[in-house]
């Protein structure tokens, strides 16, 4: 490698200002348009500022408990809000045992809630029996007694 892509490499900075694209320059009127405000770093809206969020580092700020103006004003806070989990209705059990969306808790933060995808606990005919037993007879949902 020579020694002019390892400047090159060293030289670039690691972040790249999205005003004017890691170049270094801009316009006169472009950089008079510049909002500088949006870059100030400011306390996370959703940890406000603790790092974490729900017992685990926050996930807007990774856990650092500050962002910049402009990302800070691109939080949506309504996707953490606990809403009603949608598959046990906020009753913390599906099919007698602990929600496995909720972790039978009951509730989920509406961000997590809208991702749930309700069509994989419908219930279908088993694919391999039809839904019969070997004997051709229907078999009833839930039956634990067959007849023994």
Do not use: H
């Not at 950089?31 to 807007?60: H, Q, S, T, W």
């Not at 650092?64 to 996707?79: H, M, N, P, Y």
């Not at 009603?84 to 509730?107: Q, S």
């Amino acid at each position: 490698m020579s020694s002019a892509a390892v400047v090159n490499r060293v030289s670039k900075p690691f972040w790249i200002a999205p005003e004017c694209g890691g170049e270094g320059e801009l316009t006169q009127g472009s950089a008079d348009e510049v909002d500088l405000n949006k870059y100030e770093k400011v306390k996370c809206p959703l940890c406000k500022g603790r790092d974490i969020f729900d017992g685990n580092d926050c996930p807007e700020c990774g856990g650092e408990g500050e962002l910049t103006q402009g990302s800070a004003d691109e939080v949506d806070l309504g996707k953490y809000e606990k809403v009603k989990c949608p598959l046990c209705k906020g009753r913390d059990i599906f099919d007698g045992n602990d929600c496995p969306e909720c972790g039978g808790e009951g509730e989920l933060t509406q961000g997590s809630a809208d991702e749930v995808d309700l069509s994989k606990y419908e219930k279908v005919d088993c694919p391999l029996c039809g839904g019969k037993d070997p004997s051709g007879e229907t078999i009833a949902p839930f039956a634990t007694d067959r007849g023994r």
